[in-house]
């Protein structure tokens, strides 16, 4: 090995070993829709616990029946591994009453930070009843909650600009919110400017990335157009041809998150929330390398 690529190696390594013990990571969970997809659940669980996450959050359904599957499983999530677990909350066809009572069994059962969503829209020609910033006063009027929004370095696909996603973040934050968690995304440039442009609006509160590990980039390709992210065409090079190699892919997508979480990291960030979509196979190599495991 010539001392150019022994030099290079060595600098991968010293920002692996500047990384380790000093990140601060979260993980998403999805409800499951059946017994066998719960057991499964509990593996990823039992698995992404060893990392020292700061909390798990479990997603919630726009229809009650989701809502009361996300409560059992973060309440299980709480009780079992005795990790802060966060529900996400959506105010969509929900009434003020309704939240109100959601949100008091929430507080009254231990849980102290919520994930407030407006949720998703199925036909947009209809107003919402209820925006976020709507639920985080709601929220505020019945307890003191830690309350995380959501964030989009990419613009919300509903938002007219990315000056009109802004606006509506800091009246969130002016309202009560905590932090934001951005939606994924795959261009580090687009956080930092939107990390900037938050500040120069005055939004100083943790702005912690959302970094989804690929693992089938067919199936990141159809969440990007639902969610307006951009992949870049780098990343259509290294995908290439391995529609039918889930090995490789993982490789691949677990040094995309890694060099991201790296190169964010000497930017300044500590906090960072995982995707999992239920899996732990690509996010635990992730981890385990970033050093976050248990001792």
Known sequence: ????????????????????????????????????????????????????????????????????????????????????????????DLSKDELENIAKRYWNNGFRHIIALRGDVKNHDNKPNMYAVDL????????????????????????????????????????????????????????????????????????????????NFQQLCKFSKMSNVTIPNWMYYMFNGLENNSKISKIIGSSIAIDTVKVLYKEGVRNFHFYTLNKSDVVSSICHILGTRSK
């Open 1 to 92: 090995m010539n001392s150019f690529n022994s030099r290079y190696y060595e600098m991968l390594n010293e920002y692996l070993v500047n990384v380790r013990d000093k990140i601060n990571i979260s993980f998403e969970l999805f409800p499951p829709k059946n017994q066998v997809l719960k057991e499964d659940l509990w593996k990823v669980i039992s698995q992404l616990k060893l990392f020292n996450p700061i909390f798990f959050s479990v997603t919630c359904g726009a229809f009650l029946g989701e809502r009361n599957r996300t409560y059992d499983i973060a309440n299980q999530v709480k009780n079992q591994t005795g990790i802060e677990t966060v529900p996400h909350l959506t105010c969509i």
């Open 136 to 215: 985080i006063k709601l929220l505020k009027n019945v307890a003191d909650f830690d309350i995380s929004v959501a964030a989009y370095p990419e613009v919300h696909p509903e938002a007219h600009n990315s000056y009109y996603d802004i606006v509506n973040l800091k009246r969130k934050i002016d309202v009560g919110a905590n932090r934001a968690i951005t939606q994924f995304f795959f261009n580090v440039d687009y956080f930092l400017r939107f990390r900037d442009s938050c500040i120069r609006h005055g939004i100083t509160i943790d702005i912690v990335p959302g970094i989804f590990p690929i693992s």
